[in-house]
């Protein structure tokens, strides 16, 4: 472990130097390409047997241990969001609309130095290590559930992950046995009324009047059809009925989430929110579309591989607290994996101390404290190095 964590501290400025420079460069969910390249041309450089456009353009590479043992694969995504960046930072965005406002050019740097250190221990791994460099995370249908037909875990015993978190202090890691993030669903409701003169609404089908009254009904769904005690989540985050000012919309479409952590609960919002639409729009005379669109499900962490990671990371230096969270409401398709594999996957503290509030993922100003890719690093690092050697 000394030996991983100096020689890891030892790469840390080339960690930042990869970080900085795919900030430069991001590409949207499916675009990839030229990042793809140049994760595979590191690995490659590494003298690690490499696979490209697995399930599109993810990235597999492969590190073989002198002697047999268990196969661990460590995942790092490495898409960017449609965002125009807003900070001041040297090494901002020069992709015009497209940043890296979720962390996952650190989550690359992570893993490629973390594929580095290990590439020079090689005589002591025992067993194989799969660097899972994925694809489209933030834009369902993602990238990891065709990365998983294409056989990226094949062979694998068990996973491990990591997504850096700005709003969690630096020298933090946070974990969760069980369901950590939501299944997260998508809905669309066109509301298909009568347009008429805004002078006089009696000859009209209202669309907004419809869309206003389901907004409130399907507020309802969370406070009186979903017990108390499990979380769930609905928002319509869009409601579009664009007309001139005298002009009574004839068409509304409403746009918005689900977040669910129980697959029960999940069924029946779905089946609640139809029974709503086409109630509230029959009793105003307007016709409608309702289309609900699964994304991503359930990341649901096993407990022995959540468990063990969490004892881990007590032992990095750097580490100063280990907690337990409960689930959040974000979505993750790191959450296929799992049911697949056995495996975990942690929140990294990346707020820089210096600072009282930091901005959110997916904000335009996003960023977060560069020391973070170094304490990732190093419990990825620690917990492959001691599962190998627990189930050699």
């Known amino acids: ?7 890891l501290d030892a790469v840390y400025n080339e960690m930042v130097e990869i970080r900085r420079y795919l900030h430069q460069y991001p590409e949207l969910s499916f675009q990839e390409t030229k990042t793809a390249a140049y994760i595979a041309d590191y690995h490659t450089a590494l003298g690690h047997k490499v696979k490209t456009n697995v399930g599109g353009n993810g990235v597999l590479a492969y590190l073989k241990g002198d002697r047999p043992g268990p196969t661990i694969a460590l995942r790092a995504d490495f898409d960017a969001l449609p965002i125009q960046e807003k900070t001041d930072v040297p090494y901002k965005s020069k992709n015009d609309g497209v940043m890296h406002a979720c962390g996952h050019d650190g989550h690359t740097a992570t893993l490629l130095g973390l594929a580095k250190v290990l590439n020079g221990m090689q005589e002591e791994l025992v067993g194989t290590i799969v660097f899972l460099h994925q694809h489209a995370e933030e834009l369902p249908p993602g990238g990891a559930i065709s990365m998983i037909e294409a056989g990226c875990l094949d062979g694998v015993d068990v996973i491990f992950g990591t997504h850096l978190q700005a709003q969690l202090p630096l020298g933090t890691i946070v974990y969760r046995t ?14 298909k009324g009568a347009g008429g003169h805004g002078a006089a609404p009696h000859h009209t089908i209202d669309s907004i009047i419809v869309g206003s009254q389901l907004i409130n009904s399907l507020q309802q769904i969370v406070s009186r059809k ?17 007309n001139p000012y005298n002009v009574i919309a004839d068409t509304a479409q409403l746009t918005g989430t689900v ?9 029946s919002i779905e089946e609640e929110m139809e029974r709503i639409v086409k109630g509230t729009c029959e009793a105003s005379g307007a016709d409608y579309e309702f289309t609900y669109s699964r994304g991503y499900p359930t990341l649901v962490n096993h407990q022995r591989e959540t468990e063990f990671v969490a004892n881990i990371a007590k032992q990095v230096p750097d580490i100063k607290e280990v907690t337990e969270t409960p689930p959040v409401m974000s979505g993750e398709d790191y959450a296929y994996y799992l049911q697949h594999v056995k495996g975990t996957f942690f929140f990294t503290g990346a707020k820089n101390p210096s600072i009282d509030k930091a901005f959110p993922h997916h904000h335009p100003k996003f960023d977060f404290d560069e020391r973070a890719l170094l304490n990732a690093a190093k419990v990825l690092g620690a917990a492959t190095l001691q599962y190998m050697q627990q189930n050699s």
């Not at 369901?179 to 409701?189: C, G, K, P, S």
């Not at 005690?229 to 009925?241: G, R």
């Not at 977040?259 to 069924?267: D, K, S």
């Open 226 to 242: 979903v017990d108390p005690l499990d979380a769930a989540v609905v928002s319509v985050c869009n409601f579009i009925a664009k």
């Open 1 to 7: 472990m000394d030996k991983l964590f100096s020689q």
């Open 178 to 191: 069980g369901a950590l993030q939501a299944a997260a669903d998508r809905f669309d409701i066109m509301i």
């Open 259 to 267: 977040r669910t952590l129980n697959e029960e609960t999940r069924n």
